[in-house]
């Protein structure tokens, strides 16, 4: 896959794809998810890797936009 520009290979972090994300951003803070495997959240040249959950599927509507806000506000918060 590519992601503006990078290609993708694997589920494994990406800073590169994170530096080229925050090149094209306003925003320092990158949220990668990579399904099952995880999200990975970027600020600045720090990384927080997030282990999935497993939970009870309710519903699938907006779970990806809460996901990123609920990651992307938590890691916001930590010290890197």
């Given at each position: 896959?590519?992601?503006?520009g990078?290609?993708?290979?694997?589920?494994?972090?990406?800073?590169?794809a994170?530096?080229?994300?925050?090149?094209?951003?306003?925003?320092?803070?990158?949220?990668?998810?990579?399904?099952?495997?995880?999200?990975?959240?970027?600020?600045?040249?720090?990384m927080?890797?997030?282990?999935?959950?497993?939970v009870?599927?309710?519903?699938?509507?907006?779970?990806?936009?809460?996901h990123?806000?609920?990651?992307?506000?938590?890691?916001?918060?930590?010290?890197?």
């Amino acid at each position: 896959r590519s992601l503006n520009g990078v290609i993708i290979t694997s589920d494994k972090p990406n800073p590169s794809a994170a530096r080229v994300l925050q090149g094209q951003s306003t925003k320092s803070e990158i949220v990668i998810s990579s399904g099952p495997k995880g999200s990975f959240f970027y600020k600045g040249e720090n990384m927080i890797i997030v282990e999935p959950k497993k939970v009870p599927l309710v519903d699938t509507i907006g779970a990806g936009e809460a996901h990123t806000g609920t990651v992307s506000d938590r890691c916001s918060m930590a010290s890197l």
